[in-house]
């Protein structure tokens, strides 16, 4: 079945870095946009990076732009997100998720969403 | 960037009746090419990732129960669950996804059970 599984979460301090990963399997990995949506704790979604199919096309919040990097690896269906200069906000639950369904006009919303790993940023 | 405003943040209903959730974009959403509105409704139990309910504004995700609905055009959007049951207590969000990021979520309505 369709699965994504994030990795990568801990504590760390402001200032450092940190790497997160999402082990894709049972789909085309390559054929389709990826996306980070991060919730902090008690609060809404916010959607933070998008990848496209290839890699070759990426986007992310203002509120992260400049200090996080998506990325891919098709050979390897992982997804990536490169934390660096971390904040004490951006503190969350940092999910993998697909985009559901393939080409603009087929969009149809952000499916499935792996289970999330927990980044806290505290000194 | 669209704002996504829900309405609203909290409601209380009794088992068996209706729950209406509102859901206001800044801009329009309706994808012109395909005349499909690119507005989702996604349910958030405490402890889950959310799980994807509705997109193109009204189309039910395989596998949802249809006493989910979605219904609006353009800028206004309500989803409705037509009975409520115990097991739809949860935290709803709408979501667009129209061309190009970033790609807003409305804050949440609390559903709660009266």
């Known amino acids: 079945q369709v699965q994504l599984v994030e990795s990568g979460g801990g504590v760390v301090q402001p200032g450092r870095s940190l790497r997160l990963s999402c082990a894709a399997s049972?789909?085309?990995?390559?054929?389709?946009?990826m996306h980070w949506v991060r919730q902090a704790p008690g609060k809404g979604l916010e959607w933070v990076a998008l990848t496209s199919p290839d890699g070759n096309i990426k986007d992310s919040a203002d509120s992260v732009k400049g200090r996080f990097t998506i990325s891919r690896d098709n050979s390897r269906n992982t997804l990536y997100l490169q934390m660096n200069s971390l904040r004490t906000e951006d503190t969350a639950v940092y999910y993998c998720v697909r985009d559901h369904g393939l080409g603009m006009s087929a969009r149809r919303g952000f499916d499935p969403w792996g289970q999330g790993t927990l980044v806290t940023v505290s000194s | 960037d669209i704002v996504m405003t829900q309405s609203p943040d909290s409601l209380a209903v009794s088992l068996g009746e209706r729950a209406t959730i509102n859901c206001k974009s800044s801009?329009?959403?309706?994808?012109?090419?395909?005349?499909?509105?690119?507005l989702a409704w996604y349910q958030q139990k405490p402890g889950q990732p959310p799980k994807l309910l509705i997109y193109?504004?009204?189309t039910r995700e395989s596998g949802v129960p249809d006493r989910f609905s979605g219904s609006g055009s353009g800028t206004d959007f309500t989803l409705t669950i037509s009975s409520l049951q115990a097991e739809d207590v949860a935290v709803y969000y709408c979501?667009?996804?129209?061309?190009?990021?970033?790609?807003?979520f409305g804050q949440g309505t609390k559903l709660e059970i009266k």
């Open positions: 801009h329009s959403v309706l994808y012109s090419a395909n005349n499909k509105n690119f």
């Open positions: 193109w504004a009204s």
């Open positions: 979501q667009q996804y129209y061309s190009t990021p970033p790609y807003t």
């Open positions: 049972g789909f085309t990995f390559s054929a389709f946009p």
